[in-house]
């Protein structure tokens, strides 16, 4: 494998053939790009995904122009030159990844005809890749037993779930309130944003006292307390998975300072956010 970091990022990897056991994944990462770095005219021989994690980026291909925000999908097919339309005005934060799709489809059958086409793919709501992506940036960036296995499956994840954002709907199939759902599903997609409880009640229909009590009763904790847990699980993945220093990331999960991100892990996790890296980094 050929594991770098390109000088112009500011954080993050490039990987060249991760796994020998698996060669239908070509090359993958995660980087967070300042406001000077331009990705510039370029093509694959296999199918290429993006998915914006973070921050906003404008690309062009020969089949149209994209505009990308935090969730957003764009993925380019072979041979179809693309790139960045201009620097982005702030940093932003992605996963990319190229992928051997007929091989992997081969697993698949049944997905096949979604893919047999010569144009970009564009889905401006595509939260539901963010998970599958960052279970397969963990399979790639830690040695652990099984390693062909588990980037194979997780690489299969992102595939099936890219695949059903052509058939969007779903239907809720375990017995719940709507509006907890819903408000999962905001703070699940935008942990760093500075959400407020009556800014969750206007969104999903419901006063903010009531909103307290359904989602209590369903999930045990406040929205609040769910938010920063969400915010504190993020933290320990980038912890372990990145170099990244704590107060960028602090400032980045949407805490209002350094000090308060380290006080809110300490208190859940029991270690400060330093030793649960260093700790990471021992068991590597």
Known sequence: MKYFRPSTVLAGFHADRPEEGVPELRHIGEQWFGSSQ???EHAHDVWEFYLQLDGQSRWWSETGEYELKA???FAAPPRVKHGLVERPRNKHHFFFAAIDLPAVLRRYPTLAARWK?????FQRHAQSLVDPCR??????????PYRAEGLRTALDYVVIEASRLFDPAARTIVPGHRAVQATRDVLDRSPAEPWKLADLGRLVGVSPNHLVEL???ETGVSPHRYLLNQ????????LRDTDIPVTQMAIDLGFSSSQHFAKMF????RVSAVMFRQKCQKAK
């Open 38 to 40: 331009l990705i510039g």
């Open 71 to 73: 969730g957003s999908f």
């Open 117 to 121: 086409r010569k144009q970009c793919v």
């Open 135 to 144: 279970q397969l940036i963990r399979e790639v960036s830690t040695e652990q």
């Open 215 to 217: 989602f209590r009763h």
């Open 231 to 238: 915010r504190i699980d993020r933290a320990k993945q980038l």
């Open 266 to 269: 300490r208190s859940r996790e």
